[in-house]
Each structure stands twice: as structure tokens, then as C-alpha cells.
């Protein structure tokens, strides 16, 4: 059965530094989608992506994240300077009709 | 916009009893979809069903079954049987087909 992946599991940055989040959604989905949960908290929605634009963001996407489609197959966050408060499992999907989560990557910034 | 309340924060019952999780949405849009997602010990977002706002029929999946009322816009989630793998934090989320709005979430403990 096909799944979205996420690459890192874990990714333990510096305060300031940029990171990369990578997704693998599912190959037929048209429709990408980041979400974040602080550990403990609620999903939140960060930004969804369509035909190559950003259809909609939440006021937590800043100009520190952005998103990227770079080929035909991942789809990219990129946090550019890390604050602590960026301390979350972030979430990948991908739908057709129906969202599809990835396994997430736990980021910590020290 | 859309706005969901699932005021059960934890419900802890013994296996075999029967468990219902509550969710109450507000929104404006007359078209829209209602989700859950379970969240087990290993974090993942696990898809359990996805309802039209126009299809107010009540579906039964095995254990699990789902009571759509639109009229007072809630959208019940029932386990029969419950098991101790059905342990998990619950999430209720509206959809307006751009984005989810998750809830709180229900955190469901099942003893044996």
C-alpha cells in the first residue's frame, strides 16, 4: 500500500540553523500539506501546496518556513533560522480526497 | 473557518466495554468533511474516516462505527469492544478540502 515517508525520524539542530524536512508523498496525490504537533499539543496546519503554489498557510508560516517541490517526487520544508520554539513533530500528507500523514520528524532545537 | 471541540480530554475503560468519543465542529461553509485520525504510542496519524457534510448516513467499520449529526454538527466515534491496542489520542478534524483543523484530541486508555 503506497505511504507517504519522511526523512529524518529526528533531526537535533542549533538555535539559528536552517533546516530541511523531506517528504516522499504518495506518488498520485496532487495535494501536499505540513502540519506540526508541540509534543503534547494539538495537529496544527502549517501550509498546504498545489500545483506547485502554496493554495493557503497559517499564520505560524512565517517568512522563516518555506516550501519547496524541487522534482517530481519530495516535498520540502525548510526552516531557516531555527528558534526553540520550532520544537515539534512535523507532519507531511498528501491527498487526493483524503489526507494521508507521513510518520513525521521530531525536530529539537537547543 | 472551522473549529472543533472534543471536550473528552481522557477516557480510561476496561477492555470489552464500549467507547464513545465525542466531537462537536462549528463552520460556515456549507460544503465541507469530517475526519478522525488516531494517534497511537508511536506518533503516526493513522486515517480512520473521512464524511461528506452532505452524507449524513451512519457507517460501521468493524468495532469502530460513526454517528453524523448535522443538525446539532456533531460527529460521534463509537468502539465496540474496545481492545487495549485501541489506546491512542483521538483526533477529530473538520476539513474544508484545503486544510484540517484538528481538535484537542481524545486521549483513550484501554485496560485489560
Known amino acids: 500500500e503506497p505511504e507517504v515517508t519522511q526523512t529524518p525520524s529526528h533531526q537535533v539542530t542549533q538555535m539559528g540553523q536552517e533546516v530541511i524536512l523531506r517528504c516522499v508523498p504518495i506518488s498520485n496525490h496532487l495535494y501536499f500539506y505540513w502540519y506540526r504537533q508541540i509534543l503534547g499539543q494539538k495537529v496544527e496546519f502549517l501550509v498546504s501546496f498545489y500545483n506547485n503554489e502554496i493554495s493557503e498557510k497559517s499564520e505560524i508560516f512565517d517568512d522563516q518556513f518555506s516550501v519547496e517541490r524541487p522534482d517530481g517526487s519530495n516535498f520540502t520544508l525548510k526552516i531557516r533560522s531555527t528558534k526553540l520554539e520550532d520544537s515539534a513533530m512535523y507532519f507531511c500528507?498528501?491527498?487526493?480526497?483524503?489526507?494521508?500523514f507521513g510518520p513525521g520528524t521530531r525536530l529539537l532545537v537547543l | 473557518a472551522q473549529k472543533v471541540t472534543q471536550a473528552q480530554t481522557e477516557i480510561s475503560v476496561v477492555e470489552k466495554e464500549d467507547v464513545t468519543l465525542d466531537c462537536v465542529y462549528e463552520?460556515?461553509?456549507?460544503?465541507?468533511?469530517l475526519f478522525w485520525y488516531k494517534q497511537p504510542p508511536s506518533g503516526e496519524l493513522v486515517f480512520l474516516i473521512r464524511r461528506n457534510s452532505f452524507d449524513e448516513q451512519n457507517e460501521i467499520s468493524g468495532r469502530y462505527s460513526w454517528n453524523f449529526q448535522k443538525s446539532t454538527s456533531s460527529f460521534n466515534f463509537t468502539i465496540t469492544a474496545s481492545q487495549v491496542v485501541d489506546s491512542a489520542v483521538y483526533f477529530c478534524?473538520?476539513?474544508?478540502?484545503?486544510?484540517?483543523?484538528f481538535g484537542a484530541g481524545t486521549i483513550l486508555r484501554v485496560k485489560s
Open positions: 463552520t460556515r461553509d456549507t460544503t465541507y468533511y
Open positions: 500528507a498528501s491527498s487526493e480526497s483524503t489526507q494521508y
Open positions: 478534524a473538520p476539513g474544508d478540502g484545503n486544510k484540517l483543523v
